[in-house]
Structures are given as structure tokens and as C-alpha cells.
């Protein structure tokens, strides 16, 4: 152990605790690795240049000691879907699924480049990781709920979504407080397709690293979307790999980020085979004091041809103050591929605010109006029902704050 | 019914500012439907802007009252609410915003504004129902987001849609007959034509004659450096289309 503490270049108080959270674990040479990995960098900085934009050190000098701050409900509770509360012990699940493991501390692959979330895995206790086999479609979504209050929290969920089969997840990431790093695998065989949906809100104490791998094999698919309000520092990052060809993703997502928020969403899409199609739309509005990160990377293989990758982001700034930082980037080795990227901030267009004022909708109102269909455009291909919900929320973010 | 006095306005900011509005005078009774003609800035569209509120136009001297009541002091969306439309002479589009929604937070917040009910889902679908089917707008148009992917003749009766929807007590027609062509130009006229009411008045403002042949003025102004220089009945407009403005502004001058 003492090993490990030297890991660390210069350890904060955070560190140290958190090195002693692991201390304090059942020893197994998986949870080693893992942790191994997070002590490499630590708590990641503004000079790691993964994390320029969000500096997680700073956030987070020292552990927590208590959670919960206000009762907050996720958006999602009024969906048509089986809840699983993750860390309840072991969850009953619907037909077609079913808990391969109840402790899953596999070591996480590419743990070296994903800090947080390889400390996220080497903490997490009995109970508080599943490995879970999905073996046909169940009837309804799966929305996942986790740890909201704990202090400190530490959670880890594996899908293996076999052949052919759909899955349809809603995940519910709520923090009143604390610090959290919650890690998610999906394992998409050939086939089979997968629907993420996503509900991020939190205090303005808590700091949130959420972490999402997802692998998809040869003609799997993947359809994300989801909302973000932002915590103290709230980073929502998610890794997609084709591995197979014909392999379809596409990862959208709306932010609102008020006044003392922080919202980083950073993914990275790797082509490895050819034929695969990723699209990416992520669209929102931050206020006065609000800061929003938008990262995405795309990777394309030199033998990866005929990928075809498009990536946008579209901010608004509704407020002086508000604060965006975009980094898109193509990394492309092969030479027969179409991948595009295109990258926009500004202000609510002020000739549409006129117009809409003009026929008698009050300034506010037709500021909410439309940043809400601004940031709505990435939610529009979400199954209607569950992308009304968010809208709903959206709007009313934006009537209280506006 | 609006009533404009000795206006004066300025456009832009600091250095850049300019006037354009230089003395305006001009009355417009219930029930009447006066034209305003002129040459290229000569200041129309600016004083559509300057009448209903839009950010950028600061008015430096003078009254404008719709009603009797000052609408100078009013913020753009109660200007409306009071009875004042512009039908812009580019219409804006509003992505994301689909028709049917954007009129009806109109009709809604106009009339919380003025202290009453809201309309029914079902009396504005009926409404809407009726009023589409005059303008030869599908249902699937008003579905569509707010001018968005609509042609300009689109566009045109579009304006004339929510004019007919909201029933304002005043209009102010920005360049309407602009890109219609022959068949838009009968059903935009016909539109307003079916607005005009012993308590409703409307402004006109036009380049051409061709309009005013289709809805007919009872008087016709011609403004050009900010100010009225003429006024007359609809011979006026036709002595403009064959001269041109040369013989009026020399006149004037």
C-alpha cells in the first residue's frame, strides 16, 4: 500500500482517504489493477488533457462526509419501465435477463486512459456491482436508478446484451451531494441493438463522474439521448468501439447548465472495422454562471473504410457569463471515409424573439420557447413519450430560471 | 384609432446612430385602410418597427397612441396584446417551434395579458380548421416548425393566417404583395379584405400600385425622408405608378 500512496505525485487529502477506502477492502488483484490505473494520474486536472476543461482535483479536495441534501426524484419515475435500483442488494429482474455476477471486479479495460471510472470499479463494494446477461428483449425499458444520497459512491453495472436482442435502458443519475463514480458496460453482441436514455441532475455540492463503455459488435446499434443539468462538476462520458462492421451508433444529447453548475459530456467513438456510421448531435443552453464542456472525439482505424461519422454540437449562451468549451476532433487514418464535424455557440436569434413578441408571446416565454426547440432537436429521436418527459422538464428548467 | 405625432426615431447605436424618422404625423380611423407609399428609405419599414417596439429603434420625440393609449411605453408583446399586428415583410422563421403551438401561445398569452379565459383546444382547432381551409394552408403545414422550409408565398399566408386567428384590432401590412405572385396575391388580399371591419383599421405599406388594386385604400400617404409629403385618395397611388415619386417630391419640396 505504501507503494501505492507513492503513486500518487502529490496527494491531496481526497487521495489519501480515498487510497484508504481501498485499504479497507477485500484484496483481490482485479480491484489492484483497477486501482493501480486511477493512481497513475489521480484525481484528474486541468493539465491531464482529457479533463483540461473540468478539473476534478480541485472539486474534489477532500471526501465528503455526508450526502443527502434535498430529495430529488428523477424525471424518468414517470416512464413505463422496471426499476432496478442498483446497490439494493440483488435486483429482481424481468424476464430475459438475469445476474450472471454479483460482484463484478473485472478489470476495466482501457483503465489507464479512464481514471475515475478504474476508481470507480477498484471501490466498489459487495453488492454494489452487477454483471448482468440479457438474453431476450424484456417487455419494457429497464430504467436504472442509482446511489443518490451515499456519500461517497462507488457503483458498477455490466450488461452482456447477446445476439439479436433489444434492450432498452433508461439510466436515472441523480446526486444529492457527495461524490460519486459510477461506471457502466455494455457488451452489444452482433445483432443486437441497444437504446440509452439518460437523466443527469444534481446538487450544487455534489461532483458526479459517470462513465460508459460500449462495445458493439457486427451490425449492433446503438441509440442514445439524454439530458443534463449539471452538479458542482458533473462529467457524463461515454466510449463506443465498433468493433464489428455495419455497427450503427448515435449519441445525442441536450444540456442546461444554470448558475453554479458544471456539465462536461465527453465521448469518444472508435471505428475499428469499415462500414460503421456514428452520428452525434449534442445541443444546449447554459446561463450566467453556468459552464458546459463539450468533448467528442472520433477515431477512425486505417483499416476502418467506408466509416461514416458525423459530429455536431450547438450551444446557446442565454445569459452573459455562461460559459461553453467545445473540443471536437477527428482522428482519421483511413482514406476512403466521410466524417465531418461542426461546432456552433451563440445567442438566441433576437429578429425570431421580436417576431415571437410581436404576436404577443412575453420575452421570457418565447425565450424558453425557443431554446427549448433548440435543445429539443437533439431529443427528437427518442421514442415520443419518454422524449416529452424531458422536454417537460426541459421547460420548466427554463420557465424557473428565464 | 392610431394616431402618430410629430414622430421622431433614430436607428443604431453611439456613432452609428441615424434618424430616420423625422417628423411623422399621420391618423388612421376605425375602419379605414390607409396605404403608405415611398421610395427605398424612405423609412416604412422602420416605422413598422418603431410602432411595435423592436429592440435597436429608439423614438426621440413625438406620440404614437392606438386607442388613446400611449404605445410608446409598452413592451412589444403588450402592443400586441392591445390590438397591434405587424405582418413582417420577411417573416421570421422559428425552428422547432411547430405552427399550431407558436399561434396558440400567441392567442393565449395575448389574451392572459388582457385579463382573459384562454381558448379551448377544441374551439382553436376548430378555429384554425376554418381559417386554413380560406388560405388553402394543409394541416400539415401547421404542423411544420414557424416558416421553416415555407416558400414566400408561404410565408405570406402564413401572416395572413395568424392576422385572421388573432383578430387584432390594428394592422400593419409590411410589403405583403413582396414575392407572391398573381394567385398568393388574390388570397393574401382576400384574407385581409375579410378583416376589414367598422373597428378595425389597417396600414398598408407598399412599393406598388398592383396591391392597392386588390385591397383599396381610403387614403394614401406617401412618406419619403422620414416624413408624410403627400396624402390623397387611391388616384394618388396611380398618379405615383405612372410618374413615379420625382413630380410628388418635388412638390413637397
Redesign the interface.
Known sequence: MAALKDLFPNPNAAELELAGLYAGLKANPQRERNFEAFAQTGLPHTRVEAWKYSDLRNAVQSLPEAGVETEMTSAFVSADATVIEIGSGVPKLPKGMRVASEENLTALGGAEDLPVAALGAALTRAGQSLLIEVTQSPEKPVHLVFDTVSANAFQRVSFVVRKGVQFSVLESHIRSGGFSSIVLEYSVEAGAALERFIYQKAVTSAVQVTTCIIHLADDASLSQAGIGFGAKLARMETQVYHHGENAKASINGAYLVGDGYHLDQTSLVRHAQPHCETEQLVKGAVMDGGRAVFQGKFFVAKKAQKTAAQMAHNALILENGGEVNAKPELEIYADDVECAHGNTVGAL????L??????????T?ARA??T???I??ALDDMPEALGEILMEEAGAWLTERL | MLKIENLTATVGEDDETKEIIKGLTLEVPAGEVHAIMGPNGAGKSTMSYVL????GYEVTGGSATLNGDNILEM???E???AGL??S?QY???????PVMT??R???N??RK?RGEEEISAADFLKKSRAVAAKLKLTPEMLKR?VNVGFSGGEKKRLEIF?MMM?EPGFLILDETDSGLDIDALRIVSDGVNELRSPDRGMLVITHYQRLLDHIQPDKVHVLANGKIIATGGPELALRLEKEGYDGVLSEAA
Open positions: 436569434d433576437e429578429t425570431a421580436f417576431y415571437m413578441r410581436q404576436r404577443g408571446i412575453p420575452e416565454q420557447l425557443l427549448r426547440a433548440f429539443g432537436e | 411595435t417596439g423592436r429592440d413592451e412589444p408583446e402592443r400586441a396584446a399586428f405587424l413582417f417573416p421570421v422563421e422559428i425552428p422547432g417551434v407558436f399561434v401561445t400567441a392567442m398569452s395575448q395579458l416548425p395568424q388573432l
